[in-house]
């Protein structure tokens, strides 16, 4: 069965870096996109960074020049790397995954599977 499990999660100060990872199983699944999602408190969620079969990264407006999203296809890791990272990207990062080529940042619904979270805290 298909099992994504994220952290790193942590509490930084405006400014700092992080690298959440999201260890996946996808057996079966021969084509995939893999994303990245937040959920703010009070907010929808929304779509940060994705990645194709294929190695094509996507970003968000917000996220792009800051993060960067890459996937290690031995160690089955998917990375999300943040910089400069500012108190409106506080929330709950998701890693999701999609059996299909079309790879965008959307904001989710199309992806068919979830890991549980990682919480992301910046604060002063």
């Known amino acids: 069965q298909v099992q994504l499990v994220e952290s790193g999660g942590d509490s930084v100060q405006p400014g700092g870096s992080l690298t959440l990872s999201c260890a996946y199983s996808l057996p079966g699944m021969l084509t995939s996109c893999m994303g990245w999602f937040r959920q703010a408190p009070g907010k929808e969620r929304e779509g940060v960074a994705s990645?194709?079969?294929?190695?094509?990264?996507r970003y968000s407006d917000s996220a792009e020049g800051r993060f960067t999203i890459s996937r290690d296809k031995v160690k089955k890791v998917l990375y999300l790397r943040m910089y400069n990272l500012q108190p409106e990207d506080t929330g709950m990062y998701y890693c999701?995954?999609?059996?299909?080529?079309?790879?965008?940042?959307?904001?989710?619904?199309?992806?068919?599977?979830w890991g549980q979270g990682t919480r992301v805290t910046v604060s002063s």
């Open positions: 999701a995954v999609r059996s299909s080529s079309l790879c965008l940042v959307s904001g989710g619904d199309e992806y068919e599977y």
């Open positions: 990645f194709s079969s294929g190695d094509i990264d």
